[in-house]
């Protein structure tokens, strides 16, 4: 079995690759790698490298898909008014929606920066906290290992290999 996870910037599962897409991937700089296989490793002529298991892309890909339409109030519900890095409860006022990936990297990168990927109930503090900067950059996690921010009630993404046990903290069923 050499399949890889592959996730887009904000952590969200985008799809399953082969191998040597994720080398690809890799060494062209273009995804990091965030867990490997324990104990195996792919040699090439010149080095030892660990072997993939999950990568993350450095760059946001937006996956046009159906479902309910991006709102704050959605964001706000979907992840039940807590702060997705924190894990305080929020109130009323003192809700508010986080990017991901800031809005002015969104904006020079020409990406969309409301997408349900892509927001995240926050507290203030932590959005504070978290500053210009994206979650990866700021050192953040999300407090639920298993909260991906994804569009409510979508199955985007069809397992038809078997998982990882090292997949399941990014993708919930
Ligand atoms: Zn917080």
Redesign the pocket.
Known sequence: MMNVLLLNASYEPLQIIDTLRAVNLLFAGKADLIECVSGREIRSASARHPLPSVLRLRYYVNVPRRGAAWSRRGVLLRDHYT?Q????QLNGHDATIDHVIPQWKCRRDGIRPHTWGNTVA??P??QQRKGGRSMHEAGMKFYDPNFEPKTPRTNYLVLSSRMRPEWRQYIRL
């Open positions: 702060c890095y924190c894990g305080k926050s507290c503090r932590c």
